[in-house]
């Protein structure tokens, strides 16, 4: 039950950052394709982003000589 709510927050954080980029940028514009297509994607980009694994690109990576 944890892992769900941890995903619904993260979930949540996402679509408010978007949202609030919809709000600051596009709000005012007349190119509804665009609008609505920024939207969408939001929703499957937040949606998404809290199933792929980052910790393996931000580790430090040795080399062996």
Same mark, same amino acid.
């Given at each position: 039950?944890?892992?769900?709510?941890l995903y619904l927050?993260?979930v949540n954080v996402?679509?408010? %950052?978007?949202?609030?980029?919809?709000? %600051?940028? %596009?709000?005012q514009?007349?190119?509804y394709?665009?609008?609505?297509?920024?939207l969408l994607a939001?929703?499957?980009?937040?949606?998404l982003?809290?199933?792929?694994?980052f910790?393996? %690109?931000l580790?430090?990576?040795?080399q062996v000589?």
């Amino acid at each position: 039950m944890p892992a769900l709510l941890l995903y619904l927050l993260q979930v949540n954080v996402g679509l408010a %950052l978007l949202y609030g980029i919809y709000k %600051l940028v %596009l709000r005012q514009t007349t190119f509804y394709q665009l609008n609505r297509g920024f939207l969408l994607a939001g929703v499957l980009v937040s949606s998404l982003y809290p199933l792929v694994d980052f910790s393996a %690109l931000l580790e430090e990576q040795t080399q062996v000589y």
